[in-house]
Nanobody
Framework: QVQLVESGGGLVQTGGSLRLSCAAS????????MGWFRQAPGKEREFVAT????????YYADSVKGRFTISRDNAKNTVYLQMNKLKPEDTAVYYC??????????????WGQGTQVIVSS
């Protein structure tokens, strides 16, 4: 079992930045690929970014590419999502997730409770 707790959400103006954190506990953090997802009101949850267990590989949804950066610190059991140049359409609840094996855009086994991000226009 892996427990995930997100933090760092909040209210920010268009063009601003936020950094989300996700602290993991339980089984060996470095054994898991990690991902960030988001769900906007009235919409389905969507993939945002994923990073390999080693931290050396990652990929992003087209909607955030060039603006968001996923990273991880295995010594701190934490994954981050640096969000720059935020837009109102980035408003959503953001979730981190963990999966065994390779990084991917789906099929995650463990999920956090989410953190709200609101981008004002």
């Amino acid at each position: 079992q892996v427990q995930l707790v997100e933090s760092g959400g909040g209210l920010v103006q268009t063009g601003g930045s936020l950094r989300l954190s996700c602290a993991a506990s339980g089984r060996t953090f470095s054994a898991y690929a990690m991902g960030w997802f988001r769900q906007a009101p009235g919409k389905e949850r969507e993939f945002v970014a994923t990073i390999a267990w080693s931290g050396t590989s990652s990929y992003y949804a087209d909607s955030v590419k060039g603006r968001f950066t996923i990273s991880r610190d295995n010594a701190k059991n934490t994954v981050y999502l640096q969000m720059n140049k935020l837009k109102p359409e980035d408003t959503a609840v953001y979730y981190c997730a963990a999966r065994e094996g390779r990084m991917a855009a789906d099929e995650y086994e463990y999920w956090g409770q989410g953190t709200q991000v609101i981008v004002s226009s």
